[in-house]
């Protein structure tokens, strides 16, 4: 593609390094910004607000649900971090601590949340006395920190990120396996109808499970590099943590039992999938559903009709009161303009020319498809209605093909190394053994078992040691 770099547009990477585009436009569409601590990155307005998007539609499916928000401390002592074994030690590696205050050192060690399910249920177990309290469901909106040392990538891999966790109590375990279903649904309504993201679901080996749950639920998408990413968990946490914790309520047969416990989290990582799945070497692509600004009407004028085209552009802009709308008045030329406003993906430009004008007409530019179109001023409020729908319907269907067409089903270890090798996603069978499970990573190349498909059942031997499946999974290179 043609650069142009003396104005700073367009993205410069055509040979697919893929990370590489991904954070041009980051930084390029104004998303994120580098901050003086490596692996911590800016939200700059337009990715917040994305953010925000995401907020108010989750809150929306959660709050009718019956979940309640609440928000708890950033520290955590030491002591309450190591009450549950498996977690502390899946965690640990990670953690950041807070060991000074000025001069002084502390007494305690002071965790920074990774998560926050160990200060939650200390609080958890003074909180439930009886069946009657049950069941507790609540979420927090935050940040939280892991200090990982892999490759940082700005949303993708951070080492602070905000997310939202959700926390809840069942006095029976299947209440708790229907919570960490109910709630991946609304994980894939999200990806779904916010993010336009098709995703895949299932359930993570014991090995890729989260720290101290009984089963991690989750969803992943894959991307048009080749690699899978996880794009949000729900763990069941079965009794572990009530146990570690204490938490006992008294049954309605006046036995004291242990409650079961489910944690699940979507994280800003959810906006760097999306700008992942739908980019092209233009810049950013996005819904109309959670773009900034969904639609950016363009004036073209002279120095002679300035007023006039900029009176036009701002009574097009009153039409259209339903919508984000920006208008760009700034003396720079057309090209420069429509370049700018592809670089950054916002989804509907509307031009407005002289001529066209005097016909009544304007010019709408879609950024998915790139095409053009005149439309009649009478019909523009309708004609954008239903383009919002259209754009966003049209980059799900786009990802869809793509994760139908670069799925494989390779029963063979050949095949899947193959597959592998040509960035595919794969399909195939597995014995259930953590030995299989290395070996799979070792012939691959670093491929991972990402998660079991729990719809489909195995019908021949595993991949790799040839005894009797159990599994049905999907094997893919993954950040
Ligand atoms: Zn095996």
């Known amino acids: 593609m043609k650069k142009n770099k003396d104005k700073g547009l367009g993205i410069d990477a055509e040979k697919d390094e893929f990370g590489d585009r991904y954070t041009q436009i980051l930084l390029k569409a104004e998303l994120i910004d580098y901050s003086p601590v490596s692996g911590c990155y800016i939200l700059r307005p337009r990715a917040y607000a994305m953010w925000e998007k995401v907020q108010d539609y989750f809150n929306r499916l959660i709050k009718k649900d019956g979940v309640k928000n609440v928000y708890f401390p950033l520290f955590i002592p030491e002591s309450l971090l190591n009450k549950e074994k498996e977690h502390v030690k899946g965690f640990s590696p990670e953690v950041a601590w807070v060991t000074h205050a000025g001069n002084s050192e502390l007494k305690e060690k002071l965790a920074i ?132 914790f204490d938490i006992t309520f008294l049954g309605k047969n006046e036995k004291k039992s242990y409650p079961f416990q489910t944690s699940w989290g979507l994280s800003t990582r959810s906006i760097g999938i999306a700008i992942m799945v739908h980019s092209d070497n233009k810049g950013l692509v996005l819904s109309p559903r959670i773009a900034e600004t969904q639609i950016v009407i363009v004036p073209i004028f002279t120095e002679e009709n300035k007023k006039e085209m900029l009176g036009a552009a701002e009574e097009i802009k009153s039409k259209l009161n339903n919508y984000s709308v920006e208008i760009d008045t700034s003396d720079k030329t057309p090209g420069f303009k429509f370049n700018d406003s592809e670089l950054k993906g916002i989804p509907i430009r509307i031009e407005i020319g002289k001529k066209d004008l005097d016909k009544n007409e304007v010019t709408i530019f879609r950024r998915d498809t790139l095409k053009r179109e005149g439309v009649k001023i009478g019909n523009l409020a309708d004609t954008i209605r239903k383009l919002i729908d259209d754009i966003h319907n049209n980059l799900y269907n786009k990802a869809e093909k793509f994760l139908e067409d670069n799925t494989i089903f390779a029963n063979d270890i050949t095949k899947l190394k193959k597959s592998i090798s040509e960035k595919k996603l794969a399909l195939t069978e597995w014995c259930g053994d953590e030995k299989c499970e290395e070996h799979i990573k070792s012939e691959t190349g670093g491929a991972k078992i990402i998660c079991i498909n729990e719809e489909l059942k195995p019908k021949k031997n595993c991949v790799y040691c040839k005894k009797k499946a159990k599994y049905v999974v999907y094997v893919a290179k993954s950040y």
């Open 113 to 244: 949340r990774p998560t926050s399910e160990t200060i939650m249920y200390s609080a958890f177990s003074k909180w439930i006395r009886s069946w009657r309290d049950l069941p507790l469901r609540l979420n927090q909106w935050a940040n939280v920190v892991r200090w990982e040392f892999k490759h940082p990538l700005p949303l993708l891999r951070s080492r602070e990120f905000l997310w939202q966790e959700g926390h809840s109590v069942f006095a029976l375990q299947n209440e708790a396996d229907e919570e960490v279903y109910k709630i991946r649904e609304f994980y894939e309504d999200v990806f779904k109808n916010v993010y336009a993201v098709p995703v895949i679901k299932g359930r993570k080996t014991e090995k890729e499970k989260f720290a101290g749950a009984e089963y991690t639920l989750s969803i992943e998408v894959f991307l048009p590099s080749g690699k899978a990413v996880q794009g949000a968990t729900t763990h069941n946490l079965g009794q572990n943590f009530s146990k570690s």
